[in-house]
């Protein structure tokens, strides 16, 4: 049988939200020190009653842990600038899909659409070179076709 989902929100009753903080802090402590096992990490964790009583845990040194925090959060840096290498990744992406739209509207050209804005001559030059790949197409399905009739006739 499944637990019964329960609503994340604040516990009205007050004796049900103690028993509720307590297990869970119980609960919280444990998964804690088994990560700490598990994964060889340094876990510190601080946890304030709503009555003001302070929980710890550590599972080393809780000030050493505290001043590699410290240490940590200060040794950050400021986010940077992208890089180049980001940069040039971009106008490539950029580049890329440029390309792309190009391909795309072509090919919608050749298939006929889009082409209400075009001059006579760029229908003419269309024209000729929807002609030149039909003669390629008619060329390669005669030449399957004669070896097709040839691999028949053997």
């Not at 994964?39 to 601080?46: E, S, Y």
């Not at 001043?67 to 890089?83: A, C, D, I, L």
């Not at 919608?108 to 209400?116: A, L, N």
């Amino acid at each position: 049988m499944a637990r019964e989902k329960i609503q994340i929100r604040k516990i009205d009753n007050a004796t049900a939200r103690q028993v509720t903080f307590s297990k869970r802090r119980r609960g919280l402590f444990k998964k804690a020190e088994e990560l700490s096992i598990l994964c060889d990490a340094d876990i510190a964790l601080i946890i304030f009653s709503a009555t003001g009583k302070l929980f710890e845990y550590s599972s080393s040194s809780m000030k050493e842990i505290l001043r590699r925090h410290s240490t940590h959060s200060k040794n950050q840096k400021k986010p940077e600038e992208p890089s180049l290498k980001l940069h040039l990744e971009n106008s490539n992406y950029t580049s890329l899909n440029k390309q792309i739209e190009e391909a795309s509207q072509e090919l919608r050209h050749m298939k006929g659409e889009d082409i209400q804005s075009f001059t006579l001559e760029e229908l003419q030059q269309l024209e000729k070179n929807l002609k030149a790949g039909l003669s390629r197409v008619q060329e390669q399905k005669v030449l399957l076709f004669f070896v097709s009739c040839a691999i028949i006739m053997t």
